[in-house]
């Protein structure tokens, strides 16, 4: 039988100084820790042991070179954390708070993310403490070709296929799919979030938005509510909030803000443009990481140094980056009246703020299970390059939203309270644990 306090302390032993890793184990690991014991055949398995401990990580050494001639190093990873259910699969992520212990946690909540979308993915995670803020363009291909010059010899469409994240988007994976295709002579899915032109499927670059939109909707609709004339708040101004408020508007939902590391917008009239939406785009591209211009630009009103939870919205997205919505902010939500939170950004909220929601029974989506439809298109990204073939928007989008509809009915088997609530983070967990458990037990070691 394992111990939760026990465990823990194995798991604290063993990864000192990745907190952000032991808050994501630990989640997990509360959720499955009844199914586990009730089960001999994973005890035997020790299988809380092998879950929690990745296959490999691999660190490495980037130059480049920056546009006045200077010589800059980097450290690049890739964790291959665990490939049960097929190759490594999950994003690369470029920003200057990146350590290993943050690409472990990003690796491990992928294993289950992946789990849950039904596809045949393993879970991974890579990436750099390089920072695109304030880098030309020239200085993001130079440093790309010199991350993807050691990355290549690790990767293969049946191997590992990494693709964008936090400051990785489409311009990336263009140059990073460049270099290895100069690297090896092969043109071949090894990488998602390719551009349409060169491989990519149709809808990538909206998924993790949409699927989000179609995940909230769905929560919505089993409380009773329609999403239609709802309030929306969203943090973050990148690729993933893009999708979000896109899709949102054309649900007849209101979303009012969007925010960045200097603070956040308050846009009344909605950021419910196609005006809008593309300048969402051009500031991302701007590599200046404020959100500020679009207040100026649109007449909206800026809050500097403040997030946007502390404005009454009927759904809270958080959707920029882990641990940005406190306890004291899920508190101010709910006495607004919140009708549902729905992690966008992966690990959002802090542990202290989602047990807070769940404990006053608020919907609470943990980012596994809501943020998965940008994975799961990558996922049919990877089938369509498999098979030379090509799906169009309507395909991909039908699948999505099936795959989303999905990914909520697990989460409903296994997180459903006597009373009706739904603890979606506790049946996220067991319901994408589960298959990841049942493979690997099969596959021996
Ligand atoms: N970075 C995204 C995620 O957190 C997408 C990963 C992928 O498409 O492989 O799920």
């Not at 919505?220 to 999403?227: E, F, S």
Request: glycine residues 12%.
């Amino acid at each position: 039988m394992y111990q939760f306090d026990s465990f823990m302390s194995y798991l604290e032993r063993k990864n000192p100084s990745e907190p952000e890793f032991i808050e994501a184990a630990s989640e997990v690991v509360s959720s499955v820790l009844d199914w586990v014991n009730d089960n001999p055949y994973y005890i035997k398995n020790k299988i809380l042991e092998r879950i929690t401990e990745p296959d490999r990580v691999v660190s490495f050494k980037v130059e480049w070179e920056d546009d006045e001639g200077n010589i800059n190093v980097n450290r690049g990873w890739r964790v291959q954390f665990n490939n049960a259910l097929g190759p490594y699969k999950g994003g690369l992520r470029f920003h200057s708070s990146v350590t290993e212990g943050t690409l472990k946690f990003l690796a491990f909540e992928q294993i289950f993310k992946n789990s849950l979308t039904g596809l045949p993915m393993g879970g991974g995670k890579g990436g750099s403490d390089f920072s695109p803020k304030g880098r030309s363009d020239e200085e993001i291909r130079r440093f790309c070709n010199a991350f993807m010059r050691e990355l290549y010899r690790h990767i293969g469409p049946d191997v590992d296929v990494p693709a964008g994240d936090v400051g990785v988007g489409k311009r990336e994976i263009g140059y990073l799919f460049g270099e290895y295709k100069r690297l090896t002579g092969r043109h071949e899915g090894v990488l998602t979030g390719k551009g349409l032109e060169y491989g990519g499927s149709p809808m990538r670059p909206e998924a993790t938005g949409y699927g989000a939109l179609y995940f909230a909707r769905e929560m919505l609709q089993d409380a009773g509510m329609d999403i239609k004339d709802k309030r929306v708040a969203l943090s973050g101004f990148g690729n993933v909030a893009w999708g979000a408020a896109k899709k949102a508007s054309e649900m007849g939902a209101k979303v009012v803000t969007l925010s960045g590391p200097d603070g956040y917008v308050l846009d009344e009239d909605g950021v419910s443009t196609p005006e809008k939406w593309a300048y969402m785009l051009s500031l991302r591209s701007s590599n200046k990481d404020v959100v500020e211009p679009y207040a100026k630009k649109f007449g909206a009103k800026f809050f500097p140094g403040l997030k946007p939870w502390r404005e009454k919205v009927d759904i809270a997205m958080p959707s920029a980056i882990q641990n940005e919505l406190s306890l004291e902010d899920a508190k101010m939500l709910e006495d607004n009246g919140v009708n549902a939170v729905v992690e966008v950004s992966n690990m959002g909220l802090t542990r202290d703020a989602a047990d807070y929601l769940v404990s006053k029974k608020v919907p609470f989506a943990p980012g596994k299970a809501a943020n998965a439809g940008g994975v799961a298109v990558s996922g049919l990204e990877m089938s369509q390059n498999a098979g030379h073939i090509y799906w169009n928007d309507e395909e991909i989008d039908g699948k999505l939203k099936g795959i989303m509809k999905g990914i909520h009915s697990s989460c409903l088997e296994f997180g459903r309270e006597e009373d009706g609530y739904i603890d979606y983070r506790k049946g996220a967990n067991i319901a994408g644990f589960i298959k990841v458990a049942d493979a690997m037990c099969a596959l021996g070691y």
